[in-house]
């Protein structure tokens, strides 16, 4: 995966930040698949719909391998801090991964990273992702995450779609730290406003 950013129909330049686009995952102009999964947000339970959230607005659907590891833990941060300037800009977000619900209720609630705001969605049998053509592989033999559990489940790569109201892909942002899918995917909402 060598790709930063790329966008639907002249909305934007692309920005081919790390060279090439040599990826499989969806790309704008797609239509997005319309999935339904059980979610947490605060801890608390609740099945998210893209077809519903997308009605309000643009949403940010972004992929991660697992919670409770460290770019994982990076990104889902920099996602709920800066969660105000995607509302600002009319954008919903949401992480998805193969992590268990349990894992999640934990992780969306936990004050170091999700902190309450920031909604996670499980994948756990790789469904999701794959519909986005993502990739997922196992988890390495023994793998631990940052609290010393064993990771149980497949890893989808990190890769982030900014689903449009018309349910088609406005942006895919892809190949870069966690810190800088987070950056990549507000300019692309805040673009997206701009243009409305």
Known sequence: MRFAATFSHGLFAS????GGLAHAALQPGDAAPDFEAEAALAGKGYTFQLKAARQAGPVVVYFYPSAYTNGCNIQAHSFATQLDAFKAAGASV???SLDSIGRLREFSADPDYCAGKL???SDADGRIAKAF??????APTGRKDSRGQDIDHGLAERTTFIVGKDGRIAATVGGLSPIENV??????????AAKR
């Open 119 to 121: 909604s996670v969605a």
């Open 183 to 192: 950056e990549q995917a507000l300019l692309a909402v805040q673009q997206l």
């Open 133 to 138: 053509a993502l990739n997922v592989r196992e």
């Open 94 to 96: 949401v992480g998805v």
């Open 15 to 18: 920005l081919l930040l790390a």
